[in-house]
């Protein structure tokens, strides 16, 4: 990853959409800004999403933040407004059995890139949440606390977020023991205490401690069977 091009300056109230304002007077357009939700959930998919938004009015994307302080409601409404105003967006899933095989940072880091390289439009630069992302093949850079300060990373995290929430709650229905459609697959002490109760699913993710100590060989082979399938 590289630093802001030169002669590039953000004023500090800039708003959410500086970054692509500064990007966009140094030259460098489209921008694709690219985000993930799930990385430290127990279990369900690691879910990456990458965004390009248009220059002008219709790339500022109504009630648009960082989809962790938006309600499920309003991260709906962004996500509609995102999809029809992107230049482009592209979305992927890894799922928990990949995550395992690669570990969470490969995974993640595996996962940003194939959501940028499934864009339909090739970005000029790229914007990144928190770490750099090596082998993107354009330059870029890692913004800390991205998904509140540039928008296109904000857009991707909600394509993410709704994307990975709407996944767990059809996982619900495969195993509702677990209340996957509440936590989202997340480690809170409900899904623990059901993990504990039930052992783990096809769809925890067994790199997880807790995932680990809630295997009991008293389970056998078929520990948290689907809904409607007998254990035996």
């Given at each position: 990853m590289t630093?802001?091009?030169?002669?590039?300056?953000?004023?500090?109230?800039?708003?959410?959409?500086?970054?692509?304002?500064?990007?966009?007077?140094?030259?460098?357009?489209?921008?694709?800004?690219?985000?993930?939700?799930?990385?430290?959930?127990?279990?369900g998919p690691l879910v990456a999403a990458a965004v390009i938004l248009p220059d002008?009015?219709?790339?500022?994307?109504?009630?648009?933040?960082?989809?962790?302080?938006?309600?499920?409601?309003?991260?709906?409404?962004?996500?509609?407004?995102?999809?029809k105003r992107a230049l482009a967006w592209s979305v992927v899933s890894i799922e928990a059995a990949e995550c395992d095989r690669l570990g969470m940072h490969v995974a993640n880091v595996e996962a940003l890139r194939r959501a940028l390289f499934r864009l339909d439009t090739r970005p000029s630069y790229v914007l990144t949440d928190g770490f750099s992302v090596d082998g993107l093949?354009?330059?870029g850079l890692a913004v800390w606390k991205g998904d509140r300060v540039a928008a296109c990373i904000a857009a991707a995290s909600v394509i993410a977020k709704v994307t990975r929430d709407r996944v767990m709650a059809q996982m619900h229905e495969l195993y509702p023991r677990y209340d996957f459609d509440i936590h989202k697959g997340y480690c809170t002490p409900e899904h623990q205490a059901a993990l504990d109760e039930h052992g783990?699913?096809?769809e925890h993710r067994r790199r997880f401690e807790n995932v680990r100590r809630s295997l009991r060989p008293d389970m056998g082979q078929n520990v948290g069977s689907p809904a409607g399938v007998e254990s035996r």
């Open positions: 630093v802001m091009p030169r002669g590039s300056t953000i004023r500090r109230d800039a708003g959410i959409y500086g970054y692509e304002r500064a990007l966009r007077r140094a030259g460098l357009d489209p921008i694709a800004g690219v985000d993930e939700a799930g990385r430290g959930a127990c279990a002008g009015k219709r790339g500022q994307i109504p009630g648009l933040a960082d989809s962790k302080l938006l309600t499920a409601k309003a991260r709906d409404r962004v996500y509609e407004e995102v999809r093949g354009v330059p783990p699913c096809p």
